[in-house]
Each structure stands twice: as C-alpha cells, then as structure tokens.
C-alpha cells in the first residue's frame, strides 16, 4: 500500500498538472457531501429542540400552528395520486414491453410524450391542473384535483421504472409459460408481473417522495387550507405546503424548523426504503438467472 | 371466451399507454388556448420583449423575468457544472467499492430531498451569509449598495446545490458507458490516471455530460418553490449577482393567488413562454441522447 502510494506520489511529481486535476476532483467531491450532510444536520440541529406535542395536535389554530392536518393530506393525497397513476402506469409499461413490437412508431410517440412530461416543471403541472381539473371540470381547489395533477407528474416515472423492471425479466420465463400452454395474459400477470414487483415497488416508491416533496403543483389544485378536509372535493394542504406557507409568512419560523425535520425525516426514511427495495431487486434478478 | 379477454385487455394495455399522449396534447391544448389569447392582446413584442411589469396599470412585459430566470439559471450552471462533474469523475473512477454505496445513496437523497426544505435552507443559512458578503464588500468600497441577501447569487448557489444530483447521475453513466479500453489505451501510452481521464475518456462521453447539463438547465430554469423563498422576486431588470430578481416560476405562484382578467391570462402565458423554453430544452437532451446512442 504504501509503496504504491509512493508510486503514485512520484508520478504526480512528474505531473503537476494531474495532482492539480486530482486535488480538484477530491474537493469537489467533498463539497458535494459536505453540502449534503451539513443541510441534513442543520435542519436536524435547529428544529429537534422545536418539535413539541401541540405540533400534532388534532386541530389546526393560528396558536398551535399544528402539523397534524398535514400530515394526514399529505396521506390522503398520496393515496389516491398512487391509486390513479399506478394502474396507467404499469399498464402503459405491459403495452410497450410486452405488446407493441420492436418497430413500432406509435412506441416512439408514447417514450416522446413521456420523455416530455418528466421534463415539465411542476408549477406548469399546476397551472395546468388548475385550469383543466379545477376550472374546466368544476371540481374547485379539492384533494382530487391535486391528486389528478400530481397523479400525471408521476406517471412517467412509474412507467419507466415498471418498464426497466419488466424488460428485466429474463425471456425464458415467458417462453416457459408460453410452452405449459398458457396464455400472453396469464403468462403477463401470473408470470412476468410477480416477478417484477421489486422494480415497480422501488418506482413507486421514489413516486411517494416526490408527492410528499412536491409544493407547486398544488398550491393552485389542492389550495392551502389547513384543516382536515371533510371529503375529497375539499381543499387541504400538504405538509410541503404547509411547510411552504410557515416560512414565507415567517411568523413561526421555529415551527418551521419543526416542520422540516419531519418532511426531512420522511423523504430519508422514504429514500432508504426505494434503496432497500432496489437491492432486493437485484439479488432476486441474479437467482432468477442463474 | 379466452381469445375475447386476451383482445379486451390487450385494448386496456393500448388505452393505458395513450393516457401520457393524451396528458401532453391537454397540457399543450389548455395552456395555448388561454396564454396566446392574452399575447395577442398585450402584443407579443410588447409581453416578450416590455421591460415594466404593472398589472395595476395593465402594463404586462415579461423581459425582466425571462433575463431573471436565465441569470438564476446561468449561475447555477456556473457553480453546479463543474463541481458536479468533477464529483461523477470522483464516483466513476477513483471511489473505492466500499464507500460507493453510500455515496451513490447520497446523491440519491440530495435529489429526494423537497424543494422546500432547500428554500428553507437557502434562507435562513444562504441568505444572511450573502448579506454579510455583500455588506463586507460595501464597506471596502467595492460594491454601491448591499442588498439584502435575497439575490441573483443566493438563489444561483441554491440552485446549483439543487442541479447536483441531476448532473451527477447522468455524467456517471455516461463515463461508465466509455469502453474500458479507452482508458487502459491512454494508461498504456503512459499517461496519468488524470490525464487518461480528462483527456480521454471525458472527451469520449461528451454526448452524455452535456446532456446531463442540459437537463441540469432544465431542472433550474423550472424550480420554483427554492427559489421564491431566496431570490427576492422585484419585478424589476436585473441590477447585479447582489440584488433581487424575479423568475418566470416565481412571477406566477407569486400573483396567481390574486390575480383576474387580462392580468391572469398576462400570468398563463407567462407559463406557455416557461413551456417553451423546456420543450426546446427536452428536444435537445432527446437529441443529444439519440447521438450519444449511436456513438
């Protein structure tokens, strides 16, 4: 080790500019994590001490500034955007996989238009979500609008996970089904589809962290009020809402503190999950093909 | 019976995979339909190319916030690009399997975290620390006036935080896509590790690091949230890296709360201009993508 590590020395000594570009590289890399770890710790730092039990108390007041209410739309949104977006997309993933041939052109048109949608910046999602679903359709600033809107912006997502996922399987496993005589359908959702799971799983996953995270999307559809929402068809805000609305109007920044270790601790514990779920992934494709 | 459930579903899967085309068109349709109307009626030179933002007065000129967008963006290119790309350089060829994973994770995560929690970030740790900057720099003469933190340069160095991810991620898979041999070949012609990596294999996953880039731009010209809470939002020319600048995003979750009329459709097509700016942007990553395929 230390003789390679001399080695190594000797030809930075012959050149200066390759220790330079390794020096800069090194740094980079430790401005990039250090950025990382000190916002994590910061945050962690200053809104541990601020994180008291009227914080989740049952009824949002000016007073109490409750995060409960949140939390709970926060749920409800990400349930019924996943319940909406989940269906079309691994539907959308069976077809270009599994049905449409190599060659297709109408595959192109589907991978453009999602390649488009993945690239739409969220507050064009709003402002669409907010003339189409909110104004055209009369829903007014409800839950569901929000979902619909946010239920799009995930859709490209869930479909290239559940694509990767699906290409994954090995071919042999469908022309196995194929030869016990059972049919494309059946070999598509006894066969192909179970195994899968973990890919789709990791997808909509990382689909979760990015409803919880999202804000501008649905300031517009789903509005700001901070209640429970008494039905779908009624307004209620998120916790990045929620948390959106706490620092701009900087009236209680401590509960803002607050406020951002939870939705911190949520995207970790939401990213770690996709991690584990990937890993799993993996491990089943190598006995898969052996 | 079997062959019908085998049609009907195979109809599903077809319908299902429509829905993203249908997505697109309404987006288009919807946001054309009322954006353009108001164009017309302001002008296109008038919206695109006024420099004073008075809804008040029905003055509706847009440049201001198309040059905010662009400074925000281009500062974030500026500090995001190198530093992301030297750290992909890290994460390809020089970091040990051990600490990879957790690396990897890392950079996963800075791309999960809201955009939020980094607005929050950005003003109550990036903010005082360029007030104090530019308060320093006017005590030693070098600047007119201080400004107050929320600037052109919070928001850039925020948002160059916030395209690392991006640029990161898709710069890595486009060195690990080199062939090995490139590399090996330069180490055998007795280069360094450096020089075989920056003057070889960079050079050969050109493609993919600027398609990286290009939707690190993407990422920046459409964030909003991060950058209403350190940009300042003055509808107002751009004055300086220290003074306040509005964006394009800004400028409608900002007055969209309150807005009616003309000034609403004013606010609409300032969206349809956004939009226009990322299809450009996704054509030319699909574009780069197609190349750095067939490379």
Not at chain 1, 59 to 71: E, M, Q
Not at chain 2, 113 to 118: E, G, M
């Amino acid at each position: 080790m230390s003789k390679k590590m001399k080695q190594k020395l000797i030809s930075y000594k012959n050149a200066p500019l390759s220790a330079l570009m390794a020096v800069l590289v090194l740094l980079a890399t430790v401005a990039t994590f250090a950025v990382l770890l000190f916002l994590i710790a910061y945050i962690l730092i200053n809104g541990i001490p601020h994180i008291s039990l009227d914080l989740f108390s049952p009824n949002y007041t000016t007073d109490n500034v409750s995060l409960l209410p949140a939390l709970f739309n926060t749920i409800i949104m990400t349930g019924l955007s996943l319940v909406i977006a989940v269906p079309f997309g691994i539907f959308s993933a069976i077809f270009l996989v599994e049905y449409a041939g190599r060659g297709n052109r109408f595959i192109n048109v589907i991978r453009l238009t999602t390649e488009t949608l993945s690239g739409i910046p969220s507050i064009v999602y709003g402002l669409f979500g907010m003339l189409f679903f909110v104004i055209t359709l009369g829903w007014g600033m409800s839950i569901l609008a929000g979902a619909f809107t946010l239920a799009i912006m995930i859709l490209p997502l869930i479909m290239r996970t559940t694509e990767e996922a699906l290409k994954s399987v090995p071919d042999s496993f469908r022309e196995g089904s194929f030869g016990l005589g059972a049919g494309k359908l059946r070999t598509v959702f006894r066969i192909v589809l179970p195994s899968a799971v973990p890919g789709i799983l990791a997808g909509v996953i990382l689909a979760i962290g990015r409803i919880v995270g999202e804000t501008a999307a649905l300031i517009y559809t789903a509005g700001t009020v901070a209640e429970v929402p008494k039905n779908i068809m009624s307004s209620g805000r998120t916790l990045a809402v929620h948390m959106y609305n706490l620092a701009s109007e900087g009236l209680h920044m401590d509960k803002a503190y607050a406020t951002a270790v939870i939705l911190l601790v949520v995207v970790i514990l939401i990213n770690m999950l996709s991690g584990w779920v990937a890993k799993k992934l993996t491990k089943g494709n190598g006995n898969g093909e052996n | 019976m079997k062959a019908w459930n085998e049609k009907i579903m195979r109809g599903v899967f077809f319908i299902a995979a429509c829905t993203s085309v249908l997505a697109v068109a309404l987006i288009c349709a919807f946001l054309f339909a009322n954006g353009i109307p108001a164009m017309k009626e302001i002008g296109f030179l008038k919206f695109l190319n006024g420099t004073t933002w008075r809804p008040n007065n029905d003055i509706y000129g847009i440049f201001p916030m198309i040059l905010g967008s662009i400074y925000v963006t281009a500062g974030a290119i500026i500090i995001g690009v190198p530093i992301g790309i030297l750290t992909s350089v890290f994460m390809a060829k020089y970091c040990p399997k051990k600490i990879y994973p957790v690396l990897k994770g890392a950079t996963e995560l800075l791309a999960g975290i809201p955009s939020v929690v980094y607005g929050f970030f950005g003003l109550v740790v990036l903010v005082p620390i360029v007030r104090q900057i530019g308060r320093s720099l006017k005590e030693a003469d070098i600047l007119k006036s201080a400004g107050n933190g929320s600037s052109i340069l919070t928001a850039s160095l925020l948002l160059g935080m916030m395209i690392l991810p991006t640029i990161i991620g898709v710069t890595e898979s486009a060195i690990r896509a080199v062939p090995a041999h490139y590399y090996e070949g330069a180490l055998a012609l007795g280069a360094t590790h450096e020089r075989s990596i920056f003057r070889v294999v960079l050079p050969a996953a050109k493609s993919g690091v600027v398609a990286g880039v290009v939707l690190g731009v993407g990422r920046a010209i459409g964030e909003t949230m991060a950058v209403i809470m350190v940009a300042g939002n003055q509808p107002r020319m751009p004055q300086g890296i220290f003074k306040g600048v509005r964006t394009m995003t800004a400028n409608i979750v900002i007055e969209m709360g309150y807005a009616a009329g003309l000034h609403r459709e004013a606010l609409i097509a300032t969206a349809v201009v956004l939009f226009v700016f990322i299809l450009i942007i996704n054509f030319c990553v699909a574009l780069l993508n197609r190349r750095s395929q067939h490379e």
